[in-house]
């Protein structure tokens, strides 16, 4: 390969430590069935539902590269948090049985009236299931800070843990969304139908944020559009900057203009954790026309914003449209109840 267009440009990303837990690539699959449905754009899938790691999901990436990061400095437990039916703690949790650590995680009832499966079903369950321990914390409070207190209260006792963000989301969490970037990179230079758009929910910032870096390192320029599962557009977009900037300089990129940050806040429904009727629509859609299932905190929301902006002629007829399915299926019978409801 001789042109420029054709030589891949690959960070370097083997400065970093980190521990293999994901199954990769993740598979990019047609949506043939909801394309036709919509009567849009060309619909693809990248299954990073199917990453591995305790059913699987957008936190595996981001774990390759905490958990080497733990392992490094010689840490005998991962402490995070999360709300109650995060699937970030479930694979935090995973993780540290994987490399022979404990976790300990701090919940946040964030999401208030749910019913009793919320707090015992769904991720709870498989967090039980990993021995994590853990404990609540009402809603509202600064979870990062309250994490760092219990951080210092173990190292007191003469623990060494390792502090992982909500979500996963800091600079070295991000970097394996960064390195995803350029496996996407890598399979629209082999496809003949490369995508131009990429779709995906977002949380606390980590995977488009990393997403973003990871492009801006492979001089990429593929548009990047997050639809919001919690926070109001300009807020988001913020904190998705900040991230990218943080993420791409260890990437040896040192600008990224704000202007390249696309979020879509307008299938966030009541707030964080409360399926809206687009969310359900999405998730049922998607079920029956796809046999693929989604999660009503954020690949719903990520799926709903794609559906809502192909029905609003946002995509031309001619895009590749290619959707991160991020996971969270496991919290699907936390939901019964309120999804049950919704469907009758
Ligand atoms: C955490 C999570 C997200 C959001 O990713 P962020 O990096 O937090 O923005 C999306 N989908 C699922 C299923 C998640 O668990």
Same mark, same amino acid.
């Given at each position: 390969?001789?042109?420029?267009?054709?030589?891949?440009?690959?960070?370097?990303?083997?400065?970093?430590?980190?521990?293999?837990?994901?199954?990769?690539?993740?598979?990019?699959?047609?949506?043939?069935?909801?394309?036709?449905?919509?009567?849009?754009?060309?619909?693809?899938?990248?299954?990073?539902?199917?990453?591995?790691?305790?059913?699987?999901?957008?936190?595996?990436?981001?774990?390759?590269?905490?958990?080497?990061?733990?392992?490094?400095?010689?840490?005998?437990?991962?402490?995070?948090?999360?709300?109650?039916?995060?699937?970030?703690?479930?694979?935090?949790?995973?993780?540290?049985?994987?490399?022979?650590?404990?976790?300990?995680?701090?919940?946040?009832?964030?999401?208030?009236?749910?019913?009793?499966?919320?707090?015992?079903?769904?991720?709870?369950?498989?967090?039980?299931?990993?021995?994590?321990?853990? %404990? *609540?914390?009402?809603? =509202?409070?600064? $979870?990062? &800070?309250?994490?760092?207190?219990?951080?210092?209260? #173990?190292? !007191?006792?003469?623990?060494?843990?390792?502090?992982?963000?909500?979500?996963?989301?800091?600079?070295?969490?991000?970097?394996?969304?960064?390195?995803?970037?350029?496996?996407?990179?890598?399979?629209?230079?082999?496809?003949?139908?490369?995508?131009?758009?990429?779709?995906?929910?977002?949380?606390?910032?980590?995977?488009?944020?990393?997403?973003?870096?990871?492009?801006?390192?492979?001089?990429?320029?593929?548009?990047?559009?997050?639809?919001?599962?919690?926070?109001?557009?300009?807020?988001?977009?913020?904190?998705?900057?900040?991230?990218?900037?943080?993420?791409?300089?260890?990437?040896?990129?040192?600008?990224?203009?704000?202007?390249?940050?696309?979020?879509?806040? %307008? *299938?966030?429904?009541? =707030?964080?954790? $409360?399926? &809206?009727?687009?969310?359900?629509?999405?998730?049922? #859609?998607? !079920?029956?026309?796809?046999?693929?299932?989604?999660?009503?905190?954020?690949?719903?929301?990520?799926?709903?914003?794609?559906?809502?902006?192909?029905?609003?002629?946002?995509?031309?007829?001619?895009?590749?449209?290619?959707?991160?399915?991020?996971?969270?299926?496991?919290?699907?019978?936390?939901?019964?109840?309120?999804?049950?409801?919704?469907?009758?």
């Amino acid at each position: 390969m001789t042109s420029e267009q054709d030589q891949a440009t690959i960070p370097d990303f083997s400065q970093f430590a980190t521990v293999p837990l994901c199954h990769r690539p993740t598979p990019i699959e047609p949506m043939t069935r909801l394309s036709e449905h919509l009567g849009g754009p060309n619909l693809y899938i990248k299954r990073d539902d199917c990453t591995g790691l305790a059913s699987g999901g957008n936190k595996t990436r981001k774990l390759e590269f905490l958990l080497g990061e733990a392992l490094a400095e010689n840490a005998d437990m991962l402490v995070t948090q999360g709300a109650v039916q995060s699937n970030h703690v479930r694979q935090t949790a995973a993780a540290a049985c994987h490399a022979g650590l404990k976790c300990h995680a701090l919940l946040e009832r964030r999401v208030d009236g749910q019913p009793p499966e919320y707090e015992q079903s769904g991720n709870v369950l498989l967090d039980k299931l990993f021995g994590a321990t853990y %404990e *609540y914390r009402p809603s =509202g409070l600064d $979870m990062n &800070a309250e994490a760092q207190t219990v951080c210092d209260q #173990l190292k !007191a006792q003469g623990h060494k843990p390792y502090f992982i963000p909500g979500g996963g989301s800091n600079s070295t969490g991000a970097l394996g969304y960064a390195l995803c970037a350029a496996e996407i990179q890598e399979q629209n230079r082999h496809s003949d139908t490369p995508a131009n758009w990429l779709v995906m929910g977002t949380g606390s910032t980590g995977t488009q944020a990393g997403l973003l870096a990871g492009f801006a390192a492979c001089r990429s320029n593929l548009p990047v559009l997050g639809v919001s599962v919690r926070q109001p557009r300009e807020k988001q977009i913020a904190a998705v900057h900040a991230l990218t900037v943080a993420t791409a300089r260890r990437l040896g990129v040192q600008k990224f203009d704000v202007n390249q940050v696309i979020v879509d806040d %307008e *299938y966030v429904g009541e =707030g964080y954790g $409360m399926p &809206a009727a687009s969310t359900v629509e999405a998730i049922s #859609l998607t !079920a029956r026309l796809e046999g693929i299932l989604l999660d009503p905190v954020y690949s719903g929301k990520g799926m709903a914003g794609l559906i809502g902006n192909v029905r609003k002629g946002f995509f031309k007829p001619s895009d590749n449209v290619l959707f991160l399915h991020t996971g969270g299926s496991a919290a699907l019978f936390a939901y019964e109840s309120v999804l049950l409801k919704a469907m009758s």
